[in-house]
């Protein structure tokens, strides 16, 4: 959200023209951070459903940079992270190491793999022993997705099929050590060099909701107007037709008198 926000900000105000044409207010370079922000807010919701035994943390920061792990999951059956991947209406292919979009080869389960063996050496410091952390890949908006032959190195999923497999999973820790676990994912200072950041989350938030109000506003005019359009077209030929229909029956009572 903030990247898209921070980009979006370098966009020229909107005049009431480009609000009356409905036309499209995301600038290009912010529209993949959209769309992926968008894709995380959808998982967050399923996760958010897994009950209380389950600590879920959402963008957390990783290292000394502006790197971030989507989610992170701690509960019975352990530590998972997701990497979330918004692939609106395309299809994928799923075979081994390998994850194609349309076609297109990705790097998503490579870095996927490398996400969670990063979080595992990270909370392994934390508490003074391993950590095994388990990584998915969670694709949002799918067309569909198929798997090859070859069993991939990492869990693909769609977002609506997330909870049911994490609760599926069997428990590997007690009660008491998934509360610590939990406890140590909490702290920024497990995950980034920088133990305390002050962001006003609250506002980035409300800055995104409103981007979102505005761009499914423009959607809705520009849907209006291509409904019109073709509501208009067809009246023209219709009109045309009756036209016709009415000299050919001129013609034809001229020649019956």
């Known amino acids: 959200m903030q990247e898209c926000l921070r980009l979006q900000a370098a966009a020229p105000p909107r005049t009431s023209a480009d609000r009356f044409w ?13 769309q992926g922000a968008l894709g995380e807010i959808r998982v967050a919701r ?13 963008s957390v920061p990783v290292g000394s940079g502006e790197s971030d792990i989507d989610h992170v999951v701690v509960g019975p059956p352990g530590v998972f992270t997701l990497n979330t991947k918004h692939h609106d209406d395309k299809k994928i292919w799923v075979g ?9 080869r990705t790097w998503h389960i490579r870095n996927s793999l490398s996400e969670a063996a990063r979080a595992s050496r ?22 569909s997705i198929r798997f090859g032959k070859k069993q991939p190195p990492v869990v693909v999923l769609p977002e609506a099929h997330v909870g049911r497999w994490l609760r599926s999973l069997p428990a590997v820790h007690s009660t008491e050590a998934v509360t610590y676990l939990a406890m140590l994912a909490e702290e920024r200072a497990t995950w980034h060099t920088q133990g305390l950041v ?12 409103r981007l979102q109000r505005d761009i499914d506003l423009a959607g809705r005019r520009r849907r209006r107007w291509a409904l019109g359009a073709a509501v208009g077209t067809v009246a023209a030929s219709v009109g045309a037709g009756i036209a016709l229909l009415g000299g050919a029956l001129a013609v034809l009572t001229s020649s019956l008198g």
């Open 22 to 34: 409905g036309r499209h207010p995301l600038r290009p370079d912010a529209r993949s951070w959209y």
């Open 46 to 58: 399923v996760l958010d459903e897994l009950g209380p035994e389950w600590t879920v943390l959402h």
């Open 96 to 104: 081994g190491g390998t994850l194609m979009v349309n076609g297109t």
């Open 122 to 143: 990270l909370l392994s410091a934390r508490a003074g022993g391993p950590v095994d952390v388990t990584p998915a890949l969670v694709i949002v908006g799918a067309r």
């Open 198 to 209: 002050l962001d006003d989350t609250l506002r980035h938030e409300q800055r995104f909701q």
